[in-house]
């Protein structure tokens, strides 16, 4: 029995795509009616029958499992290969068995909360879709570690008291262009960390989950071999999730195929992205510009692309260009030395893995949209794309804050001065204001009654009557202002409390997920956080679970 079995489940709640705004409508189609997008996709997600037809194809598909596996389990030892992992790698030298695949570049200490959330997508997904299909369908995650983009993986975000705090790694060698995932952590890896300690809440779970960081994270230790173990350490054991490292020269030889067409026949492929590019502008919007050729090329301490000439294939910024005869020659002498780019990085994926589905977040959604007409143009069964989770945290003192002014979530994606004028103007008491005012006028009225009658007494108390009810009409105002101050401070603790809870759920105006980073959320409620997490994870991922932690 799964160890969730035992755990309290957390309370949690939908909210519709449709109400938030951090989305495209391609997306939010997508995730929600599909319909509309069908012909720019392998086929419907949501449809069992589908499913199972799509497996049957991606496992038929030949492709060299004996190596895949091989290599994967090398892989894996460095990683941590627990016995549910093992197992699954296994499965793939059966040639029933399918692929479920996620991935992301391998961001610092994990990256944003949303990679966390497709391991569990993945692992959840896997195991239904096992039992539904009745053959092994293996989770697996791939690192995209030969992205070059260093300032995408380069930071991390928690929270320190009600403000969101980026810590950013100085980059180790200032002229390294290369995949990110070679690059070793430099020292300043350790001050990073101290600095974490110190802007995270001391906790029961603090001590063990620095220790972990610190074991993970050490200097000389490459940034994905870092975040893979990480990863491994936070994604339930018995999910038996799968990492895959795709910049290893047995797996780009078993992809020279492929690579072969695209140096070859890149006219082609080009042709077939720009049309439906075009197609898909002028109804939605094209995720990832075309550009002739989808390789790069590895060189040295860069990644440098390639594009197409007349005579040849120019390393753009560089003097050299390679005939095609000599980028084919290079190609059989080192495959390693090419890697694909955004669109052509999918086909290489499922030339290696039988990939029933891909699980993807909203912007990998949008491209996929663009991929059908070259995975017809490669000869390869294009797998389905199945919407990961989208998840947010909302921690105690958030959702009792929520409950008092009676606001969801979403609402606090709204603009924050509007949003607080519209919470001061509901909080303000019209009563009160309006006694006050009927209290200066009954005493300027009974100012005005009192002096005749009290100048037949006295003529000259006639003045004295009047100054005696001014006096009191000030008095009021200065008791007003005393109700206007207290009112104020409320007002400034309102203002406070609305940013902290705005921070938390939408820091700097974006969905939680994008910014913060796990370790913020496992110093405070622990490392069963994930496990707890996938018991209520939803794969109907139609639209956004919000959790409610204890």
């Known amino acids: 029995m799964p160890m969730e079995a035992n755990l309290q489940v957390l309370p949690h709640e939908r909210v519709p795509l449709t109400a938030l705004r951090d989305f495209s409508t391609l997306f939010v189609t997508y995730a929600t009616e599909y319909e509309p997008l069908a012909a720019f996709y392998a086929g419907d997600y949501r449809d069992p029958a589908v499913r199972r037809e799509r497996a049957v194809r991606a496992a038929a598909h030949p492709r060299d499992r004996a190596t895949l596996v091989k290599v994967l389990e090398e892989q894996n030892e460095r990683w941590g290969l627990d016995a549910a992992t093992r197992k699954h790698i296994e499965a793939l030298r059966d040639p029933e068995s399918v692929a479920l695949v996620t991935g992301q570049q391998v961001g610092l200490l994990g990256g944003p909360l949303f990679t966390l959330y497709k391991a569990l997508t993945v692992g959840k997904l896997a195991r239904q879709l096992t039992d539904e299909l009745d053959r092994p369908v293996v989770p697996v995650f791939w690192l995209a570690g030969e992205d070059h983009d260093y300032e995408e993986v380069a930071s991390v975000t928690v929270l320190q008291g009600a403000e969101p705090v980026t810590l950013r790694l100085e980059r180790p060698d200032p002229n390294y262009a290369g995949p990110v995932g070679r690059l070793a952590l430099p020292e300043t890896i350790r001050t990073l960390l101290d600095e974490l300690a110190d802007l995270l809440p001391p906790t029961e779970f603090q001590e063990p989950l620095l220790a972990l960081l610190q074991e993970t994270y050490r200097p000389g230790v490459s940034f994905q071999d870092a975040f893979a173990r990480l990863l491994k350490r936070l994604v339930p054991e018995d999910v038996g999730l799968v990492l895959i490292d795709p910049d290893d020269a047995r797996l780009k030889a078993l992809a020279r195929p492929l690579f072969e067409r695209e140096l070859t026949d890149w006219e082609t492929a080009h042709a077939r992205l720009e049309a439906v590019s075009r197609e898909l502008a002028a109804r939605y919007h094209v995720q990832v510009q075309t550009r002739p050729l989808n390789l790069f090329l590895l060189e040295g301490h860069r990644r440098i692309p390639l594009d197409a000439e007349p005579d040849g294939f120019h390393l753009r910024g560089e003097g050299p260009v390679l005939s095609q005869t000599e980028a084919l020659q290079l190609l059989q002498e080192a495959p390693e030395r090419f890697s694909p780019n955004a669109l052509l990085r999918p086909l290489y994926q499922d030339w290696l893995l039988p990939t029933l589905a891909y699980v993807a977040g909203p912007a990998e959604i949008a491209y996929w949209a663009q991929l059908k007409p070259l995975y017809e143009w ?72 009192l002096r005749p009658l009290v100048e037949r007494v006295d003529p000259s108390l006639g003045p004295a009557t009047e100054a005696w009810a001014t006096g009191l009409e000030h008095e009021l105002d200065r008791f007003w202002a005393r109700v206007l101050k207290a009112g104020k401070r409320r007002e400034e603790t309102l203002r406070n409390q609305l940013v902290r809870a705005r921070n938390s759920l939408f820091p700097n105006g974006v969905l939680q997920e994008r910014v913060l980073s796990p370790v913020y959320f496992l110093n405070k409620y622990g490392p069963e956080l994930p496990r707890r997490l996938q018991q209520v994870l939803s794969t109907d991922t139609s639209a956004l679970q919000v959790v409610y932690l204890q």
């Open 378 to 449: 490669a000869g390869l069964p294009m797998p389905l794309v199945y919407p990961r989770a989208l998840m947010l945290l909302v921690e105690p003192r958030i959702a009792r804050w929520l409950e008092r002014y009676h606001l969801r979530p979403e609402a606090l994606q709204e603009e924050p001065d509007r949003l607080f004028h519209r919470l001061v103007k509901e909080q303000l008491d019209g009563e009160l204001e309006a006694a006050f005012e009927e209290a200066r006028r009954q005493l300027r009225e009974l100012g005005v009654r």
